[in-house]
């Protein structure tokens, strides 16, 4: 079935850096991108950016620009995001969502059909 | 940006009565190739998200047909035809015709 698993959660210092992992099975990987979405503390989901599992390429949301990055391994099936520059308020439980279908050169608009069971990571 | 505005955000259901939760959206959702990208989302307590519907009214696999969906442009609807226990928990709009962006989200609780 298709499944998304990500790496257990993480507790770091504000200052720090921290690279969550999304492993995607049972689809053809480079057939979808891969959103990433993060929900705080009793709070609400919100959309970080997408990578194109073919090409790499990434689109962010304007408030995480230059503090986010998101790469892509064909080879095992798995998308990374790393968040920089950490403070408490990036508390929160992140997700990787299965995104966008892939057609060559044409893309499909956003749907996030199937998520990772999310990671929390800790600033404090 | 665009902004989706859901209501009520607490919805209080007696068992196997309706349920119904409005989104409005701040920009029109239609896209140019004929495509309306909004989404539903159901969050349990505890769990991730999932899809519900997808273009205003698709049930994706699974989705017990008690669910609905309709709208058009700016205004749209989920409906819950009879609520069930399993029904309990918060739910999202999400609009993926411009870039991303998710309702406050609606907490369904059983009267």
């Known amino acids: 079935q298709v499944q998304l698993v990500q790496s257990g959660a993480e507790v770091r210092k504000p200052g720090a850096s921290v690279k969550v992992s999304c492993k995607a099975s049972?689809?053809?990987?480079?057939?979808?991108?891969i959103s990433w979405v993060r929900q705080a503390p009793g709070q609400g989901l919100e959309w970080m950016g997408w990578?194109?599992?073919?090409?790499?390429?990434?689109n962010h949301a304007q408030k995480f620009q230059g503090r986010v990055t998101m790469t892509t391994d064909t080879s095992t099936s798995t998308t990374y995001m790393e968040l920089r520059s950490l403070r408490s308020d990036d508390t929160a439980v992140y997700y990787c969502a299965r995104d966008r279908e892939i057609f060559g050169v044409v893309i499909m608009r956003f749907g996030m059909d199937v998520w990772g069971q999310g990671t929390t990571v800790i600033v404090s | 940006d665009v902004v989706l505005t859901q209501s009520p955000l607490s919805l209080p259901v007696t068992l196997g009565q309706p349920a119904s939760i409005s989104c409005r959206s701040s920009h029109s959702l239609g896209y140019s190739d004929g495509n309306t990208y909004l989404n539903w989302f159901q969050q349990r307590p505890g769990q991730s998200p999932r899809r519900l519907l997808y273009?205003?009214?698709n049930r994706d696999s699974g989705v017990p047909d008690r669910f609905s969906g309709s709208g058009s442009g700016t205004d749209f609807t989920l409906k819950i035809s009879r609520v069930e226990a399993e029904d309990v928990g918060v739910y999202y709009c999400m609009q993926g015709t411009h870039w991303p962006s998710f309702g406050q989200g609606t907490n369904l609780e059983i009267k």
């Open positions: 273009k205003v009214f």
């Open positions: 990578i194109n599992t073919n090409n790499g390429d990434t």
């Open positions: 049972g689809y053809t990987f480079m057939n979808y991108g």
